[in-house]
């Protein structure tokens, strides 16, 4: 069934009139029609089922039959800080690949190393939505404005907090140390990775290094290692 | 310290001649000169440390100072076969990612409902030998030569087989089913997943279900996950 994405629906209503553009999509693209269903997605864990009662090129209206709330919810929060990498489309497939296995937050952090200092956090979101679409999932991740690192170690997480780096010193596996169920904030950083001044604040800050394992892994890889992880060891929870 | 894909060089040698595009590269490009020290890997487990006498832009010649063998030996062999993506470029970055956590040998299979039909070798070794330099590695992963689904099923494999499809019935988590230290097959579908005819076939070839979770995930999604599973199981061992 067609799956639009529309954060502007609401649990309550009985009937709602998509975009132009997506009325646009779904008329003159896809060819739907009067009596068709659909799915819709608020982003916020609301899946829709609904009826199509007029297919109006511009705003084709909708009747809601059922609304599923907090749709796919998972049992554990990811929030993954990570150093904008120089090819943005790096940056990109990671949060492709992160919203299909699971992730809630995304704050771009600068770090002393990064080449990038910058990122069209808009892109990003449409990115995410089409991801979450072409995964069936209700919830989209929330992307935050990019800050310093030291900005962000200075911001309030909660839970459990890891930074993941490839200098020397004790580290875990991440999928040993955290608790399932869990909010989870990791850092991850730039290609040349985290200053050793940087990781020292980090630890101070209460961040726990861990690693990936013995192979040197790119930015957006381990990255995607981190959600994957927090997905394995929450699996039976 | 630079780094070579060297697959002509072997243990015994004392010293070597970089190839032409590799010379012009050292030379011309990263300006290397005589008494520089540079790494080659062969693609097979050896690792080289040499220093460059003659720094010629056709044929750089280097004196052999060590040669680590079997480097970054993982004690587990997996072989993933996967059905190419529609998009080739989705294949590409799954054989960058593997290629960084850790795969040794892919075949493309072309199943029922496969929309690409064919594969160009060559372009997916030139991708993974810059993966393997990138993620300082010392292997290459092998790939094959495409085969139809049910030509890979007549082939025998060794080890622990698997299908992972989403369709209905009992299924395991591959993390959990997998015994350390051994050599598994996983056998990922096109999107549109493996027919019902596929998954009846391969399980009586003994492959067994398996399954990634709750998310509907892409074709190259899938695969890089049972990447991540085997080298997670194997962590400890």
Not at 7 to 31: G, N, T, Y
Not at 78 to 85: E, K
Request: proline share 5%.
């Amino acid at each position: 069934m067609q799956l639009f994405y529309t954060p502007d629906i609401a649990p309550h209503l009985k009937s709602f009139v998509l975009s132009e553009e997506e009325s646009r999509h779904a008329v003159r693209v896809l060819r739907m029609e009067a009596g068709q269903q659909v799915q819709l997605v608020d982003g916020r864990g609301g899946l829709y089922t609904a009826v199509i009662v007029d297919a109006h090129p511009k705003r084709s209206v909708l009747e809601i039959l059922r609304v599923e709330t907090r749709y796919g919810t998972r049992p554990y929060y990811l929030h993954v800080a990570i150093a904008p990498t120089k090819q943005i489309e790096r940056i990109e497939w990671f949060l492709e690949k992160a919203t299909e296995v699971g992730i809630d937050e995304i704050t771009p952090i600068i770090c002393e190393r990064s080449e990038r200092k910058e990122v069209k956090v808009e892109r990003l979101n449409k990115i995410m939505a089409a991801a979450m679409k072409q995964s069936l999932k209700a919830y989209i991740p929330r992307m935050n404005e990019p800050l310093g690192f030291g900005s962000f170690l200075d911001q309030r997480t909660e839970g459990q907090r890891f930074i993941a780096h490839c200098g020397d010193g004790d580290k875990q596996y991440l999928s040993e140390i955290i608790e399932p169920a869990g909010r989870y904030t990791v850092l991850v950083g730039p290609e040349g990775d985290f200053s050793g001044a940087e990781v020292d604040a980090a630890q101070r800050a209460g961040f726990f290094p861990v690693t990936f394992g013995a192979s040197r892994l790119r930015t957006e890889t381990a990255a995607l290692v981190a959600c994957l992880e927090a997905a394995i060891r929450n699996r039976r929870y």
